[in-house]
């Protein structure tokens, strides 16, 4: 078993160090939260099962604090209310999850962030569109090839990896470097 335990340790490292490749994307991705925040916009974020759950960890890091006491940064999760979910699942199709909400909470200037280890998520594509008709500024936390929606997103961070689990991870240290440099920009922005 402590094989198996190093291998899984070694597979992650060697994607992690390969993703120091997307730094530049992450600059700007960071660029464009802060002169959003600077501007009086908000960060919206979606994606599905874990990337749901990684989408409401970072609005809950700009909301609350990452590592600095400051102001709280405008930040909504499209993942969090279970009514808004199941009825538009219901009434409409689960592909149109994020984008009738996007419709009615995105403003021109926000930014907003889409997460899907594949790329292919329908409801994260429509999500996007719906959300740059709106005039925002829109990001893709992809893996595998980035999918559709690498060619649909302004900024796409690819994770260069095939499996879930190790984008997942990859995607966590990405959105942890992004929360810090935002948080460190906006407090000598002041």
């Known amino acids: 078993m402590i094989d198996e335990i190093e291998k899984l340790f070694t597979d992650s490292y060697e994607v992690l160090k390969k993703s120091i490749s997307l730094s530049d994307g992450i600059e700007k991705c960071v660029s464009s939260i802060v002169n959003c925040y600077v501007n009086g916009n908000k960060v919206i974020l979606f994606g599905n099962g874990g990337s749901a ?27 969090t209310d279970t009514s808004i979910l199941t009825s538009l699942s219901n009434d409409y199709s689960s592909d149109v999850i994020f984008s009738r909400q996007c419709e009615s909470l995105v403003c021109k200037g926000d930014v907003v962030i889409g997460i899907s280890t594949s790329g292919k998520s329908k409801n994260v594509e429509n999500g996007i569109l719906m959300a740059k008709e709106k005039g925002a500024i829109t990001i893709g936390l992809l893996g595998n090839d980035g999918g559709d929606l690498k060619n649909l ?13 190790r984008i997942q991870e990859v995607h966590r240290v990405i959105y942890h470097i992004i929360c810090e440099i935002v948080e460190k920009k906006l407090s000598v922005e002041k």
């Open 53 to 79: 759950a990684d989408a409401q960890h970072i609005a809950a890091e700009f909301i609350g604090r990452f590592k600095l006491e400051r102001k709280s940064y405008p930040a909504i999760a499209l993942t």
């Open 153 to 165: 997103v302004d900024f796409s961070l690819i994770v260069d990896s095939t499996e879930t689990p």
